[in-house]
């Protein structure tokens, strides 16, 4: 199984900036895509930016320009750093990762637990 875990949510002000962290950990044997999702109250969760395994970065169009996403292979982590956040980032940041483990021939989906961002004066 592979386990992801989120950290660096918190509460900050309008233009203010976090950093999000999510490590992977687990019996991988390989990482394909990892991104990091949202979802606001009484929204459906929706992508924010996706860091395929070529290293080919998108982003939602809400966000660019404001968000960049990396990833650090050795360590099995992805990065989301958010900057000029706005009452609108406002929502819980999941990380998700397209993974397959030792005992499996096929990738499959792992979603980590949600840290909550609140953007608020």
């Known amino acids: 199984q592979v386990q992801l875990v989120e950290s660096g949510g918190g509460l900050v002000q309008p233009g203010g900036s976090l950093r999000l962290s999510c490590a992977a950990s687990?019996?991988?044997?390989?990482?394909?895509?990892m991104g990091w999702y949202r979802q606001a109250p009484g929204k459906q969760r929706e992508p924010v930016a996706v860091?395929?395994?070529?290293?080919?970065?998108k982003y939602a169009d809400s966000v660019k320009g404001r968000f960049t996403i990396s990833r650090d292979n050795a360590k099995r982590t992805v990065y989301l750093q958010m900057n000029s956040l706005k009452p609108e980032d406002t929502a819980v940041y999941y990380c998700?990762?397209?993974?397959?483990?030792?005992?499996?021939?096929?990738?499959?989906?792992?979603w980590g637990q949600g840290t909550q961002v609140t953007v608020s004066s």
């Open positions: 860091i395929p395994s070529d290293s080919d970065t």
């Open positions: 998700n990762a397209l993974a397959r483990d030792y005992y499996s021939d096929y990738d499959a989906d792992y």
């Open positions: 687990g019996s991988i044997r390989s990482i394909s895509a």
